[in-house]
């Protein structure tokens, strides 16, 4: 069963913070995470890399979260426009 948006941010998360999954909170903020602002920046950077959209930081930092952030992939790749069949 393929990961959710949640679980695969928290997967890249932990890896980005050198933690173990199940030590990092979802419902945290990225700084009390451990996240300072260049590591968020860089992080950013891979989840839309990973997801393959576009993410305005600014939207992005109203629900400074890994919960928030996974709406607002969900959100983004809903928006994506599907591949026209051949």
């Not at 069963?1 to 933690?19: I, N």
């Not at 590591?39 to 919960?67: G, K, N, W, Y």
Request: proline share 3%.
């Amino acid at each position: 069963m393929p990961l959710s948006t949640l679980e695969q941010l928290t997967v890249m998360a932990s890896q980005q913070l050198g933690t173990e999954d199940t030590a990092v909170d979802v419902h945290t903020g990225f700084a009390d995470l451990g996240l300072d602002s260049l590591m968020l920046v860089d992080f950013m950077f891979q989840v839309e890399d990973h997801f393959d959209i576009r993410i305005d930081h600014d939207r992005a930092l109203e629900q400074p979260t890994l919960a928030g952030l996974a709406r607002l992939v969900d959100a983004l790749m809903a928006q994506r426009p599907t591949a026209l069949a051949a």
